[in-house]
């Protein structure tokens, strides 16, 4: 009983989507304009499609990117933006080190980490809106 009703939804279906050219031949509507897929450049809007221009630009405006690496020294610290006066920052020196080393980085002159030595200097960043 099931199956009849859902092959009768099927066709009922099927019947929706199929029109009749002048010729009489049956054809089938594309649900897009183009008569293909719509790429995610179609479809995005608001927030999604303002970080996804900014990407083609090589820019990060919500800093989801890894920041750029620098020395680390007090000369060329490692810059964290932010877009408050203090930020905190994790910090792992080692690469097979698993203990990650939290401290509070505050707006002026670069600090160091408490456990390495690293350099970080917090410098003012603005969202994008």
Not at 68 to 87: F, H, M, Q, W, Y
Request: one cysteine or more; a positive charge; hydrophobic letters at 35%.
């Amino acid at each position: 009983m099931a199956s009849r009703l859902f092959r009768g939804a099927g066709a009922l279906a099927a019947q929706a989507l199929r029109a009749r050219s002048p010729n009489g031949v049956a054809f089938v509507h594309s649900m897009t304009s183009g008569g293909c897929v719509p790429t995610d450049d179609d479809q995005a809007t608001g927030l999604e499609r303002e970080v996804m221009m900014a990407a083609r630009k090589g820019q990060d405006p919500y800093n989801t990117l890894a920041p750029k690496a620098a020395a680390g020294t007090k000369e060329d610290p490692n810059l964290v933006p932010s877009n408050t006066n203090k930020r905190i920052v994790g910090c792992i020196r080692e690469e097979d080190n698993s203990v990650v080393i939290w401290f509070w980085l505050h707006k002026g002159d670069a600090q160091r980490c408490p456990n390495c030595g690293t350099h970080y200097k917090l410098v003012p960043h603005q969202l994008a809106h």
